[in-house]
């Protein structure tokens, strides 16, 4: 079994994910860069020494394909961090039940898959970290996503339920909700509009970055932060205060 702490972040070939996976493979983690976008995920995990692989959140057979390899390879899974999702911008109007279908099939749905693949894995251990990648849109009720506001609210329940069950497991599960971040996908999803109005809300004058998230999460997956799960930590600059 290898020495080093292992993790599996999930979406990090960009944006706040590849931000994490820097952080956690600076505190000595060898990350895991699970995501849909292979050639982006290998970027980043040739920068950090950490490893590549192709991953759809989404689809069951190939969650437990991965989660099982990397088992194999390493012998251990020390933190999961579920990352990926989607981030349409979608007026109600224009909302489809397909659409809402999509969003959970991946932020929901695939963070549930993934929980499933992974546990078990952990409490064989007796011991693991779950961070949950929430959003201060279920804080705020931002307008014009209202199927990625519900998804978001599904994690921050399923995170304080679940929290309950898998302590006896040595395992704790919390969720970081960030508020808006220069990530890819915020300016490729037609969210970037938002900084307008957002950062005159927040304590601080400026842009959230990637960078601004991933201490936090790298605090709930450590050792340290053993004595908290269920919670939601929200992340975004005094934006929301809770
Ligand atoms: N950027 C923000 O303003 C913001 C705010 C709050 C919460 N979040 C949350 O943070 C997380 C990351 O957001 P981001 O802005 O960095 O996004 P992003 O779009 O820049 O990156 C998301 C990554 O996830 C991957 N991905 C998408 N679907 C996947 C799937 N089915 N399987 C595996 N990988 C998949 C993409 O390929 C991409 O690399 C998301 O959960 C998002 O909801 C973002």
Redesign the pocket.
């Known amino acids: 079994m290898t020495e080093q702490r292992v993790a599996i972040v ?2 990090a ?5 590849a931000g994490i996976a820097r952080e956690l493979a600076n505190d000595g983690v060898k990350v895991v860069v ?4 292979l050639e ?1 995920a290998e970027t980043v995990a040739a920068e950090i020494d950490g490893i590549a692989k192709r ?4 689809d069951p057979a190939a969650v437990a394909q991965v989660v099982g390899e990397i088992d194999a390879e390493f012998g251990r899974i020390d933190i999961l961090v579920n ?5 349409p911008f979608t007026p109600w109007e224009e909302l489809t039940f397909e659409g809402w279908q999509r969003t959970f099939s ?2 929901a749905n ?1 963070l549930f898959l993934m929980v499933k693949a992974v546990e078990p894995i952990m409490k064989r251990a007796g011991y693991g970290r779950i961070v949950n ?5 279920f804080v705020a009720g931002t307008p014009n996503c209202a199927d ?1 506001v519900a998804t ?1 609210g599904a994690v921050i329940g399923f995170t304080r339920a679940l929290a309950g069950e898998i302590g006896k497991d040595g395992v704790t599960i919390n969720a970081v ?5 220069a ?4 300016f490729t999803t037609g ?1 970037g509009d938002g900084f307008d109005y957002v950062v005159p809300m927040q304590a601080f004058d400026r842009r959230g970055v ?1 960078a601004d998230i991933a201490p936090a999460v790298a605090f709930l997956a450590s050792e340290k932060a053993e004595w908290i799960t269920g919670q939601t930590l929200v992340v975004d600059g005094g934006h929301t205060r809770n």
Do not use: F, R
Request: net charge negative; hydrophobic share 40%.
């Open positions: 999930t979406g070939a960009q944006g706040i994910g699970a995501d849909l976008n982006g991953l759809d959140i989404s990352n990926a999702g989607v981030v991946v932020n695939g990648i929430a959003s201060n849109t990625y978001k909700a960030p508020g808006i971040i990530s890819e996908g915020v969210h990637p």
